[in-house]
């Protein structure tokens, strides 16, 4: 009997001594919120002659970064940097990018290494496979900088899990769908994968 009392009094006193902490977070803060943010610092370069706007590439890059349907939902905040930072993000011409590696083709975008490469004219003209679909080319540039980087992040490449549901972000989808949907942004399970 004693040894359940002071049991319950112990637990009472931690109780006590969590509450303040417990009350911190409101009852309706999205779990998201709370969850542990990961900062990530890039840089920008080019490779080969590019003809495209930096300026909107490096703006665009941005954006997907930040959109909340993005990487963001596996806690992970992008912030660019002038040069360094923990990978580097590339525009390349199609040419250039199998100088980062000879696995890497000049028909499509790449991952080496810290380098997550754009292939300049893959965000120009996006695929046939993609074009065919009717999507716009600001998704395939959603598509393309989400992919590559879920590769800097650890992540393989994805199939299609069943016929008419959403791509994953990390299926080649630049190549075709395999029957499902295109889809630019990471599903919840591959988000929860870089937490």
């Not at 490096?58 to 992008?78: H, K, L, S």
């Not at 696995?103 to 810290?114: D, L």
């Not at 650890?154 to 199939?159: D, E, P, Q, R």
Request: include cysteine; hydrophobic fraction near 40%; glycine fraction near 10%.
């Amino acid at each position: 009997m004693l040894r359940g009392a002071i049991s319950t009094g112990v637990a009472l006193v931690v109780l006590a001594a969590l509450a303040p902490t417990l009350a911190t977070a409101p009852a309706h803060a999205d779990v998201a919120e709370r969850a542990e943010r990961r900062v990530v610092t890039y840089s920008v370069i080019t490779r080969g002659k590019v003809t495209a706007s930096m300026e909107v590439f490096r703006r665009q890059a941005q954006e997907t970064y930040d959109d909340p349907r993005g990487w963001r939902a596996g806690g992970v905040e992008f912030h660019r940097v002038r040069r360094g930072g923990d990978f580097t993000l590339v525009l390349a011409s199609a040419g250039a990018v199998p100088s980062f590696s000879p696995s890497c083709s000049a028909s499509w975008s790449c991952r080496v290494g810290r380098y997550v490469i754009i292939n300049q004219y893959r965000w120009r003209h996006a695929s046939a496979a993609w074009n065919r679909s009717g999507r716009t080319i600001r998704d395939y540039r959603h598509l393309v900088v989400n992919h590559e980087t879920g590769h800097w992040l650890g992540l393989g490449h994805a199939s299609c899990p069943r016929r008419g549901s959403k791509a994953p972000v990390m299926m080649q989808q630049s190549k075709g769908t395999g029957g499902c949907r295109l889809n630019p942004w990471p599903l919840p399970q591959e988000a929860a994968k870089v937490r």
